[in-house]
């Protein structure tokens, strides 16, 4: 049976905005308050999606949270109609405001963590949304994202949906930011690569900023997610990078069947952690680890030019193509390391350079952007059709865009009530565009 990787890119949704919610994260801070374009974020991410297509990917699309999250404001105890709820919010607790229409859910890797079937004991897909319990305005996500996910995989014969860890620092989960896998191919059981920033029982941690995925949230979705303890490895990032602005670990590292490439400072211990890769990682094709030394490209630049959040993908026609922001052509190191990385003798061949700007200044590269599903044809067949993207779907969202979406968001903006009536309108048509049903509360009530 064929089995496929298919990227699900989250679609960035009417209210993209510069808030800097997200400390830890060098571009959300250093871009805070600039004005966004909602319109050429999305128009970016779609085309995106459109060229994976037509490197002749199959790839899937996830619709937005809707925001501004209201029911978070009225549990704030804002009241009255949704209007009032905003301008009140807007006056008193602007900071809660922005949490609630930051559109922050288009970073669909850490929407969820997501184990094939190939790797579960019972033979099914299983997905567990992330709680993204280290920041509001994404702690927020998790019950929509589970609704719209299970609208997307709504099949219980083949996919198996959790809830979402506990909310509480200790099980913090980024869903499959800090999840790689690695295999011969991807129909063949994988190695699950766990990769955390703290574990409650040592003292390993970061000084000053956050550790968003804890060992403890790790190991609690490889548990329900039935994988094999022999193929799955809990690996400890190296704290004094989570420190440098790598906030997941798909900001330093990146994997694809049986290529990996790193960073030379990624992991704590990294010699041990290659070594137990080489030994756990049991597929007859041999693995590449590649890993990049400091004096070819820093942890600053790494950061800078977001060259680890590309997304590696295998091309039908064989090899594997590396989709990089252009960000990446800005740091002179960082695109020749590229070009060289696809002359050496390895499964790489060809480099592509996505502009996605905006999504960029978020911190969000084009890796945040996709959560990879590993399906056989079966299980694609069971997917809601109506959320992949064919030539049909691409004209469709590119028109559905282009006739709701503003092209200019500033702070000031999100005080404006018909920002609230615009974003709604454009979702209600985008659930019978992706036949999700009524999938936001606004629907529901
Ligand atoms: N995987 C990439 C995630 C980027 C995301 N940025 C943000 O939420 C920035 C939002 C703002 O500052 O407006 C984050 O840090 O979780």
């Not at 790839?59 to 905003?86: K, M, S, Y």
């Not at 420190?243 to 990294?270: K, M, P, R, S």
Request: proline letters at 5%.
């Amino acid at each position: 049976m064929n089995y496929y990787e298919v990227n699900f890119d989250g679609l960035v949704g009417p209210t993209h905005n510069y808030a800097g919610l997200s400390y830890g994260n060098v571009a959300s801070k250093s871009n805070a308050n600039k004005v966004s374009n909602p319109k050429q974020a999305a128009l970016q991410g779609l085309e995106k999606m459109w060229h994976l297509v037509q490197l002749g990917l199959h790839q899937g699309v996830i619709a937005p949270n809707a925001r501004p999250d209201l029911r978070t404001l009225r549990v704030c105890g804002f009241n009255g109609t949704d209007a009032e709820v905003i301008s009140q919010a807007a006056k008193s607790q602007p900071q809660l405001l922005k949490a609630c229409y930051s559109a922050s859910s288009m970073w669909t890797a850490n929407a969820a963590t997501v184990s094939p079937s190939c790797d579960s004991a019972d033979g099914k897909l299983h997905l567990t949304p992330a709680n993204l319990n280290n920041k509001l305005h994404r702690a927020i996500e998790a019950p929509q994202t589970s609704q719209i996910l299970k609208s997307i995989f709504n099949n219980n014969d083949y996919f198996s949906h959790h809830d979402a860890l506990p909310q509480h620092p200790m099980f913090g989960d980024e869903g499959a930011a800090n999840y790689t896998r690695l295999a011969d191919s991807y129909g063949h059981q994988g190695l699950a690569l766990f990769v955390y920033g703290e574990d409650a029982q040592t003292q390993v941690k970061p000084q000053l900023f956050p550790a968003r995925q804890t060992r403890q949230a790790s190991e609690a979705v490889a548990r329900s997610h039935q994988l094999d303890p022999h193929s799955t490895l809990f690996i400890q990032q190296n704290p004094e990078v989570i420190d440098q602005g790598v906030f997941h670990n798909d900001v330093i590292a990146i994997g694809n069947e049986n290529v990996f490439l790193f960073h030379e400072q990624a992991f704590y211990q990294q010699q041990k952690v290659i070594e137990q890769i080489n030994s756990a990682y049991r597929g007859d094709r041999p693995l590449h680890l590649i890993e990049v030394k400091n004096a070819d490209i820093s942890v600053e630049e790494a950061v800078k030019s977001y060259i680890f959040n590309s997304q590696l993908v295998s091309l039908p026609s064989g090899g594997m193509a590396i989709i990089a922001p252009g960000e990446c052509q800005t740091v002179g190191k960082v695109e020749q390391y590229l070009s060289a990385l696809c002359q050496a003798s390895n499964p790489i061949s060809e480099v592509i350079y996505m502009d996605l700007k905006q999504s960029m200044q978020n911190g969000g590269g084009p890796a945040c952007l996709r959560l990879r599903v590993t399906l056989s044809e079966q299980e694609l067949n069971a997917v809601n059709q109506a959320c992949l993207l064919d030539e049909h779907t691409y004209q469709r969202l590119r028109d559905w865009i282009n006739k709701h979406y503003r092209d200019r968001l500033s702070e000031a903006d999100l005080a404006d009530p018909n920002l609230l009536t615009e974003s709604q309108q454009a979702l209600d048509e985008l659930t019978q565009l992706m036949n999700l049903g009524a999938i936001y509360p606004f629907q529901q009530e």
